[in-house]
């Protein structure tokens, strides 16, 4: 679960990209010079020297943000001419050439431009023009930007086994995280719960079903009750509690289906949180409650009876599973199940930070990278296999990084395959192995719009539950009001009690019976039409019998000659990929970064890299030492981590909880200065300090060597 998006907004968009781009690039669009919003007074302007910074949206269009000190300022000051940026580009490692030219107002925060070129490196130069003389002030970072169409025809295939051996070194330590590396269960199928009955011998095909489990951590211990912290508890109780249900159940009747899961560290940290729990296990007991009353209230309203009555079924047997079965520890209960064989467990970036955003700090990719490596070890208790790109952004080198890190596989959109360095032999049926010796699935498209649009997919069935329709807003405040916010919010309390019935606000009742039948039919479609990769959250929040949908999909593939495996498994079989690399890309709208880096969300960047640039030079002056300066230390690795998550520019583009993602950009960024100025200044006030561990307690084991120059 991406994070709550607003009860009126369709949910299907936001993970239903279209991957086309935008007509007209480059010479033929006029220049863009949006109207940038200036930093919010509480983040500090980035200091240090001056510089400028390349970013890019997607191929065609470039943000560029520079840093002024004293010396610019005079400079620019004194200058009789305007200021001009010149943007040159070099292919195939050869001599920069000027691509273009334009004029830019220097107290502006940044400043887009667009290009034509791709499959280059690219570079800004920005100065004055005095007496007609450009006068270079600055000159950016290279930028590589991406091919948009599959590079060379030849091919080369590689043995994915030896790659790994040779990664895993002559000690055999594979990951940061463990000791040695990942290694197959050598244990008979009967022993991993495997069934023959239910995987053919000879299959006609493999369907690897990947879900994504995140959330950002929202953890506020100053309130008893938090508007945001019920993310969490909503995604308990739709999504984590009806997964683990199913999985128990797969487990039980040895079915031989794996699912792949990733859960982020932020999630787990928040699942394993005693005062998070503790808070989600009142918010159960009062939905229990209120499913009392429902039940009482709907008695004698036959379309609704037996659709309340089902809810207070379901809450009552999930709190006895999170009570006394799971004992409060769902993380606990998904390494298990791992363990038992059907399911693998994948990790994920420490706080889901947009990679290639931060790719102008190496070390702030490594420590997303190495720290989410080394929390899934630390809760799961083995080394993960595979890892889940934040937003599904790759960046071109980024395979060496997730090597370091004893990674064997990850996932990518499709345009990152359509555009690899050399077309893939086998188009999306199949990985390719990066440089690097990783191997990276791409992810389908197609059938993700089957599953995810509620308006060409399964989910939009008028049989099926309607999301939006909740007694949290249809029912009067006397009736419903002590179950919603204190502060007298309207939201959602999970009562629903219509289908979705068809594009009109005459909504008819909920007929589970007839749902489930309608989740038959589609599970059937799907295994005859089908490596897909969806938002665990999907599946029982935004639609409803989405867990039903994919105990139907398990059960029935092997009917249908197909097996269903997890990444590791395929590779393991079938160890001979082709060597490749994937295209820059994410799964967000457009395929690229604009969801992220845009007019409403591009002055987070210039402050989250000054305080990137920072972390380094504090770990490279304090890391040497012990005792109060290096929790002082590790603190601010986790305030930095903290303010980088992809969730908050994602709010901040679709305008949900805009004030409350500024507001923790801000506080984390502003916690980070505070602790690096106590250090430089040798002052660390421990009561200050002690108070942030017990505020932002995630990762208690960071450490900020991490974030050593690379």
Same mark, same amino acid.
């Given at each position: 679960?991406?994070?709550?998006?607003?009860?009126?907004?369709?949910?299907?968009?936001?993970?239903?990209?279209?991957?086309?781009?935008?007509?007209?690039?480059?010479?033929?669009?006029?220049?863009?010079?949006?109207?940038?919003?200036?930093?919010?007074?509480?983040?500090?302007?980035?200091?240090?020297?001056?510089?400028?910074?390349? &970013?890019?949206?997607?191929?065609?269009?470039?943000?560029?943000?520079?840093?002024?000190?004293?010396?610019?300022?005079?400079?620019?000051?004194?200058?009789?001419?305007?200021?001009?940026?010149?943007?040159?580009?070099?292919?195939?490692?050869?001599?920069?050439?000027?691509?273009?030219?334009?004029? &830019?107002?220097?107290?502006?925060?940044?400043?887009?431009?667009?290009?034509?070129?791709?499959?280059?490196?690219?570079?800004?130069?920005?100065?004055?023009?005095? $007496?007609?003389?450009?006068?270079?002030?600055?000159?950016?970072?290279?930028?590589?930007?991406?091919?948009?169409?599959?590079?060379?025809?030849?091919?080369?295939?590689?043995?994915?086994?030896?790659?790994?051996?040779?990664?895993?070194?002559?000690?055999?330590?594979?990951?940061?995280?463990?000791?040695?590396?990942? *290694?197959?269960?050598?244990?008979?199928?009967?022993?991993?719960?495997?069934?023959?009955?239910?995987?053919?011998?000879?299959?006609?095909?493999?369907?690897?079903?990947?879900?994504?489990?995140?959330?950002?951590?929202? =953890?506020?211990?100053?309130?008893?009750?938090?508007?945001?912290?019920? #993310?969490?508890?909503?995604?308990?109780?739709?999504?984590?509690?009806?997964?683990?249900?199913?999985?128990? /159940?797969?487990?039980?009747?040895?079915?031989?289906?794996?699912?792949?899961?990733?859960?982020?560290?932020?999630?787990?940290?928040?699942?394993?949180?005693?005062?998070?729990?503790?808070?989600?296990?009142?918010?159960?007991?009062?939905?229990?409650?209120?499913?009392?009353?429902?039940?009482?209230?709907? =008695?004698?309203?036959?379309?609704?009876?037996?659709?309340?009555?089902?809810?207070?079924?379901?809450?009552?047997?999930?709190?006895?599973?999170?009570?006394?079965?799971?004992?409060?520890?769902?993380?606990? /209960?998904?390494?298990? &199940?791992?363990?038992?064989?059907?399911?693998?467990?994948?990790?994920?970036?420490?706080?889901?930070?947009?990679?290639?955003?931060?790719?102008?700090?190496?070390?702030?990719?490594?420590?997303?990278?190495?720290?989410?490596? /080394?929390?899934?070890?630390?809760?799961?208790?083995?080394?993960?296999?595979?890892? #889940?790109?934040?937003?599904?952004?790759?960046?071109?080198?980024?395979?060496?990084?997730?090597?370091?890190?004893?990674?064997?596989?990850?996932?990518?959109?499709?345009?990152?395959?359509?555009?690899?360095?050399?077309?893939?032999?086998?188009?999306?049926?199949?990985? *390719?192995?990066?440089?690097? +010796?990783?191997?990276?699935?791409?992810?389908?498209?197609?059938?993700?719009?089957?599953?995810?649009?509620?308006?060409?997919?399964?989910?939009?069935?008028?049989?099926?539950?309607?999301?939006?329709?909740?007694?949290?807003?249809?029912?009067?405040?006397?009736?419903? +009001?002590?179950?919603?916010?204190?502060?007298?919010?309207?939201?959602?309390?999970?009562?629903?009690?219509?289908? *979705?019935?068809?594009?009109?606000?005459?909504?008819?009742?909920?007929?589970?019976?007839?749902?489930?039948? =309608?989740?038959?039919?589609?599970? =059937?479609?799907?295994?005859?039409?089908?490596?897909?990769?969806?938002?665990?959250?999907?599946?029982?929040?935004?639609?409803?019998?989405?867990?039903?949908?994919?105990?139907?999909?398990?059960? +029935?593939?092997?009917?249908?000659?197909?097996?269903?495996?997890?990444?590791?498994?395929?590779?393991?079989?079938?160890?001979?990929?082709?060597?490749?690399?994937?295209?820059?890309?994410?799964?967000?709208?457009?395929?690229?970064?604009?969801?992220?880096?845009?007019?409403?969300?591009?002055?987070?960047?210039?402050?989250?890299?000054?305080?990137?640039?920072?972390?380094?030079?504090?770990?490279?002056?304090?890391?040497?030492?012990?005792?109060?300066?290096?929790?002082? &230390?590790?603190?601010?690795?986790?305030?930095?981590?903290?303010?980088?998550?992809?969730?908050?520019?994602? *709010?901040?583009?679709?305008?949900?909880?805009?004030?409350?993602?500024?507001?923790?950009?801000?506080? $984390?960024?502003?916690?980070?200065?505070?602790?690096?100025?106590?250090?430089?200044?040798?002052?660390?006030?421990?009561?200050?300090?002690?108070?942030?561990?017990?505020?932002?307690?995630?990762?208690?084991?960071?450490?900020?060597?991490?974030?050593?120059?690379?």
């Amino acid at each position: 679960m991406r994070h709550q998006r607003g009860a009126e907004q369709d949910p299907a968009p936001l993970r239903e990209p279209g991957h086309g781009r935008d007509d007209g690039f480059g010479e033929d669009r006029p220049r863009v010079n949006e109207t940038q919003p200036r930093l919010p007074p509480q983040l500090p302007a980035p200091g240090g020297p001056a510089r400028a910074a390349l &970013l890019l949206v997607r191929p065609g269009r470039l943000f560029l943000y520079w840093v002024k000190d004293d010396a610019f300022e005079k400079t620019v000051t004194s200058a009789t001419g305007p200021a001009e940026v010149r943007l040159e580009m070099s292919a195939e490692g050869g001599t920069f050439v000027e691509l273009d030219r334009q004029e &830019l107002d220097l107290r502006a925060p940044g400043w887009y431009l667009n290009s034509n070129r791709t499959d280059c490196r690219v570079r800004a130069r920005l100065g004055i023009l005095d $007496h007609g003389q450009f006068r270079p002030l600055l000159v950016s970072n290279e930028l590589r930007v991406p091919r948009e169409s599959a590079g060379g025809e030849g091919e080369a295939w590689s043995d994915f086994r030896e790659l790994r051996s040779r990664r895993a070194g002559p000690s055999g330590a594979a990951s940061p995280s463990g000791p040695r590396p990942w *290694i197959a269960s050598t244990e008979p199928a009967e022993t991993r719960r495997r069934t023959a009955a239910a995987v053919p011998s000879k299959a006609l095909g493999y369907l690897a079903l990947v879900l994504h489990a995140h959330l950002p951590f929202v =953890r506020h211990p100053e309130r008893q009750y938090f508007l945001e912290e019920h #993310w969490l508890f909503e995604a308990i109780t739709e999504t984590y509690l009806p997964l683990l249900d199913l999985l128990e /159940q797969l487990s039980q009747d040895r079915i031989g289906a794996p699912l792949t899961l990733s859960l982020t560290p932020t999630l787990m940290a928040m699942l394993r949180d005693p005062l998070l729990m503790e808070k989600y296990a009142r918010h159960l007991d009062r939905m229990c409650e209120l499913a009392e009353r429902e039940v009482a209230r709907t =008695r004698e309203e036959p379309g609704f009876a037996p659709t309340a009555g089902f809810y207070q079924d379901r809450l009552r047997r999930f709190r006895k599973l999170f009570q006394d079965t799971y004992r409060r520890d769902l993380v606990a /209960q998904f390494a298990r &199940l791992e363990a038992e064989g059907v399911l693998e467990i994948i990790a994920c970036a420490a706080t889901h930070g947009l990679l290639p955003a931060l790719a102008d700090s190496p070390e702030a990719v490594r420590a997303q990278v190495l720290l989410g490596v /080394q929390e899934h070890e630390r809760q799961i208790g083995r080394s993960p296999r595979g890892f #889940w790109l934040p937003e599904c952004a790759y960046f071109e080198g980024l395979d060496r990084v997730l090597a370091e890190a004893g990674i064997d596989y990850f996932f990518v959109d499709v345009h990152a395959f359509r555009a690899a360095s050399h077309r893939p032999k086998l188009d999306l049926h199949a990985p *390719i192995l990066c440089p690097a +010796g990783v191997a990276a699935f791409p992810r389908d498209q197609e059938t993700t719009v089957q599953v995810w649009s509620s308006k060409e997919g399964y989910p939009g069935d008028p049989e099926y539950r309607d999301f939006y329709r909740d007694i949290g807003f249809d029912l009067d405040r006397a009736t419903v +009001g002590e179950f919603l916010d204190p502060a007298g919010t309207r939201s959602m309390t999970g009562f629903k009690y219509h289908r *979705i019935t068809g594009d009109t606000d005459q909504k008819e009742p909920y007929r589970r019976a007839a749902a489930l039948q =309608r989740v038959a039919d589609h599970a =059937r479609d799907f295994a005859e039409n089908r490596r897909r990769q969806y938002d665990a959250e999907l599946f029982g929040h935004w639609w409803f019998e989405g867990p039903e949908w994919l105990n139907a999909v398990l059960r +029935g593939l092997g009917e249908r000659g197909l097996r269903a495996v997890s990444p590791s498994e395929y590779l393991q079989e079938f160890p001979v990929t082709q060597v490749s690399e994937p295209s820059t890309s994410s799964w967000g709208e457009g395929g690229y970064f604009e969801v992220w880096i845009n007019p409403k969300t591009d002055w987070i960047y210039p402050p989250l890299h000054d305080a990137g640039r920072r972390m380094v030079a504090l770990v490279a002056r304090f890391s040497s030492g012990g005792g109060m300066p290096r929790r002082a &230390l590790a603190q601010a690795g986790r305030e930095l981590l903290l303010a980088q998550a992809s969730d908050w520019p994602f *709010i901040l583009k679709n305008e949900t909880s805009v004030g409350y993602a500024s507001l923790r950009i801000a506080r $984390h960024l502003d916690q980070f200065h505070r602790l690096a100025a106590a250090l430089e200044a040798g002052r660390v006030d421990e009561a200050e300090l002690a108070a942030l561990e017990a505020q932002d307690n995630l990762f208690p084991q960071v450490d900020p060597g991490l974030w050593r120059r690379a």
